[in-house]
């Protein structure tokens, strides 16, 4: 479960797209085509601590599939 190769290349994808998704929605529409107006460390940090959510949150909340393992495993 944790310590798989598939849960953490699924936690590393999750926390790529919500950095993405952090850094876009801080740099805004309206200053997309000026890229020397924008702060460009405030978006690097933001991204950052949202791709650091994302993997706390795969660790803390598993995903449906993660759960039915960890039943399956507890009747065994």
């Given at each position: 479960?944790?310590?798989t190769?598939?849960?953490w290349k699924s936690a590393g994808?999750?926390?790529i797209k919500a950095?993405?998704?952090a850094a876009l929605g801080v740099i805004g529409a309206d200053q997309?085509?000026?890229a020397?107006?924008?702060?460009?460390a405030a978006v690097g940090g933001i991204a950052l601590l949202a791709?650091?959510?994302?993997i706390l949150t795969s660790?803390?909340?598993p995903t449906p599939e993660v759960r039915a393992v960890r039943r399956m495993a507890k009747r065994q």
């Open positions: 479960m944790l310590m190769v598939d849960f994808e999750a926390a950095a993405a998704a997309f085509l000026s020397l107006t924008i702060d460009w791709g650091i959510v994302s660790v803390a909340v």
